[in-house]
């Protein structure tokens, strides 16, 4: 999760995050390059003395400084449609879940499993534990197997939210009559905090989702629990 003072992206959890921060730095550094290059032209240009009555035109000049920036794009155009296809991608799933927004609360449904279903509140501060994160822990977490590929299907029952994990590189917007699906590979055990990312209404800010990511056979024994109950 994200922590004070963190204005980057958060750790990946999984292998799309991954190349999605690998995107992001690349961008980043042709934007800087760019910056600088700009910056020092611009700056240069109070400095300079050099008039030329005559001139009128320069056809060379401006067919490089029409083409190069074209093919500048071309080197983020074609890595973010290579990312924008992975991320579509949907790798025979082991496990599907569902999630639908609520005014402000998530529900979701194990469908693979006779339909284990249950909402998810966010803890309120004045209930919330001495380790408990404020306005991003939930009353019911949604627990998956790591190593293996989820499904996420995404509908909303009123207005539009937005189902978001940033560790694991997930937005994917549930609206009403519409059902959404993307997939995810969580790569190591842990919490994936996330929270709803279409302005919703008034409590927008506090329907925060929670993934506790566990090994498979701690998946079985907790979903088998909950089957029977
Ligand atoms: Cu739901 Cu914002």
């Not at 490089?64 to 890595?79: G, M, S, V, Y």
């Not at 799933?93 to 609360?105: A, E, R, Y």
């Not at 008034?202 to 566990?214: D, G, K, L, R, T």
Request: charged share 10%.
């Amino acid at each position: 999760m994200s922590t004070w003072a963190n204005l980057g992206l958060q750790d990946s959890a999984s292998p799309l995050m991954e190349q999605l921060i690998f995107f992001h730095d690349h961008a980043l550094l042709i934007l800087v390059m760019i910056t600088v290059l700009v910056g020092y032209l611009m700056f240069m240009l109070f400095f300079n003395n050099y008039i030329n009555r005559f001139l009128l035109h320069g056809q060379l000049i401006e067919m490089i400084w029409t083409i190069l920036p074209a093919i500048i794009l071309l080197f983020i155009a074609l890595p973010s449609l290579r990312l924008l296809y992975w991320l579509h991608e949907i790798n025979e799933p082991s496990v599907t879940l569902k999630s639908i927004g609520q005014q402000w609360s998530w529900s979701y449904e194990y469908s693979d499993f006779h339909n284990v279903e249950f909402d998810s509140y966010m803890i309120p501060t004045n209930e919330l534990a001495n380790d408990g994160f404020d306005s991003l822990d939930v009353d019911n977490r949604i627990v998956l197997p790591m190593n293996s590929q989820i499904r996420i299907l995404v509908t909303a029952a009123d207005v539009i939210h937005s189902w978001t994990i940033p560790a694991l590189g997930v937005k994917v917007d549930g609206t009403p009559g519409r059902l959404n699906q993307t997939n995810f590979f969580i790569n190591r055990p842990g919490l994936f905090y996330g929270q709803c990312s279409e302005i919703c209404g008034a409590n927008h800010s506090f329907m925060p989702i929670v993934i506790e990511s566990v090994p498979v056979n701690y998946f079985i024994k907790w979903i088998s629990n909950n089957v029977n109950s």
